[in-house]
């Protein structure tokens, strides 16, 4: 898979993806990452990307010419697998069912807001979509960019290696579809840690106990941090293999 990145700040991304995972996908050649400075595009003595909002307003706003001359330069025909997203605060949230669609992919470019944003032709006539990586203020779409390429990254098949990665769709281990429940806890030695114990039920190597122990720390945990995900479990569209949801709330 093929992954582009259009941004006025290209030396970002000299680090992010030199190592684990992403880093050894590139070096198997399995994806391929090329950042592109979308100052290339601009054809001005100042190389300049933005201007001043009409309207009036604070800020400046990222011009549309460079950005759909860039994409048109790098995908000159694209098929219905190539993917071009803009990255915005105002974008849908990225979740990992986006991360698995675009895994099957042939190639994603991901377009870099910056300033007070994007020309809002770029989402109107060129995006296919325009996503947010969360409720939070960024300065800009690179960590954004970064973050996609590293979820959507370990599911293309034959990056994290094993069988799980041809396989169209991932689960907990636990029964449901991977980022509907929380992991359980894990724990390493030592068994004692500063008077902490570890629960003795990974100790006592009855793997079925520790199998049951698993499974309710981890739907504890989901209630007690994210109780919205097991909103989503509840939802009859995913109650396949979690029927028993609500009577394995119960204490
Ligand atoms: C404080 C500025 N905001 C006006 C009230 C709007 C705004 C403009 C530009 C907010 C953020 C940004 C820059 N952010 C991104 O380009 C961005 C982003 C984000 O801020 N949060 C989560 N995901 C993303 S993806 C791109």
């Not at 974008?91 to 992919?105: I, M, V």
């Not at 203020?137 to 996609?148: D, F, K, M, N, P």
Request: glycine content about 10%; some cysteine.
């Amino acid at each position: 898979m093929e992954f582009h990145v259009l941004t006025i700040f290209p030396d970002f991304f000299r680090g992010p993806f030199e190592h684990g995972v992403v880093g050894r996908a590139i070096a198997s050649g399995r994806i391929r990452v090329q950042v592109h400075d979308l100052r290339r595009w601009t054809s001005d003595r100042h190389r300049t990307v933005d201007d001043r909002p009409f309207g009036g307003g604070e800020g400046m706003v990222l011009k549309p010419e460079p950005i759909f001359q860039a994409a048109e330069e790098i995908w000159p025909e694209r098929s219905p697998a190539q993917r071009i997203v803009l990255l915005s605060a105002q974008g849908r949230l990225f979740d990992q069912a986006k991360a698995w669609e675009y895994s099957r992919l042939e190639g994603l470019l991901l377009i870099c807001g910056r300033y007070e944003g994007v020309d809002e032709r770029v989402a109107e006539h060129l995006a296919d979509e325009e996503l947010s990586i969360g409720d939070y203020v960024l300065s800009g779409g690179e960590l954004a960019a970064a973050v996609i390429i590293d979820a959507v990254a370990r599911l293309v098949p034959g990056v994290v290696g094993n069988e799980r990665s041809v396989v169209s769709e991932s689960f907990t281990g636990l029964g449901e579809p991977e980022g509907l429940l929380l992991d359980c806890p894990h724990y390493t030695r030592p068994a004692v840690f500063r008077g902490w114990g570890v629960p003795a039920v990974l100790l006592s190597g009855n793997h079925a106990e520790i199998r049951r122990w698993r499974r309710q720390a981890a739907l504890e945990k989901t209630a007690r941090l994210r109780p919205d995900l097991l909103g989503r479990l509840r939802n009859p569209a995913h109650t396949g293999a979690t029927a028993s949801i609500e009577k394995e709330l119960r204490p």
